[in-house]
Nanobody
Framework: QVLLVESGGGLVQAGGSLRLSCAAS????????VGWFRQAPGKGREFVAA????????YYADSVKGRFTISRDNAKNTVYLQMNSLKPEDTAVYYC????????????????WGQGTQVTVSS
C-alpha cells in the first residue's frame, strides 16, 4: 500500500516555474516507481513524466521535455516535478501515481494515485 499526497500547485504566469511534490507513505522496504500525469479540463488524463526507484531512469512526454524535470529523494519519500517555462496549455490537475516495479508511461499500470493538485498558467 502506498499513500500519495501532491502539493505545490497554484497560479503562475506563462514563462514562470512551479515545483510539485508527491509525498509517499509506503511500507518499510517497499520500492516503487512514480509517474506524474495531468488532466486538463475536458480532456483525458495524460502522461507527463516518470522515474524509477533509484532515480537513474526518467521518462518524459514530448510536450514537456526540456522544460520539466522529475527527481526523487527517497530519504524523504518524496518525488518532485520541477516545471519551468510554463505555458497556458500546461494548465491541468496534476496527479502522481506509484507502482511497485519499473516506471511506465501507461497509466493503466499504476496501482496508487494521489488526489491531484491544480496548476493554472495564465497567459
Amino acid at each position: 500500500q502506498v499513500l500519495l499526497v501532491e502539493s505545490g500547485g497554484g497560479l503562475v504566469q506563462a514563462g514562470g516555474s512551479l515545483r510539485l511534490s508527491c509525498a509517499a507513505s509506503a511500507s518499510t522496504g517497499s520500492r516503487y516507481a512514480v509517474g506524474w500525469f495531468r488532466q486538463a479540463p475536458g480532456k483525458g488524463r495524460e502522461f507527463v513524466a516518470a522515474i524509477s526507484w533509484s532515480g537513474g531512469n526518467t521518462y518524459y512526454a514530448d510536450s514537456v521535455k526540456g522544460r520539466f524535470t522529475i527527481s526523487r529523494d527517497n530519504a524523504k519519500n518524496t518525488v518532485y516535478l520541477q516545471m519551468n517555462s510554463l505555458k497556458p496549455e500546461d494548465t491541468a490537475v496534476y496527479y502522481c501515481a506509484a507502482r511497485p516495479t519499473l516506471p511506465t508511461m501507461d497509466q493503466r499500470y499504476y496501482d496508487y494515485w494521489g488526489q491531484g493538485t491544480q496548476v493554472t498558467v495564465s497567459s
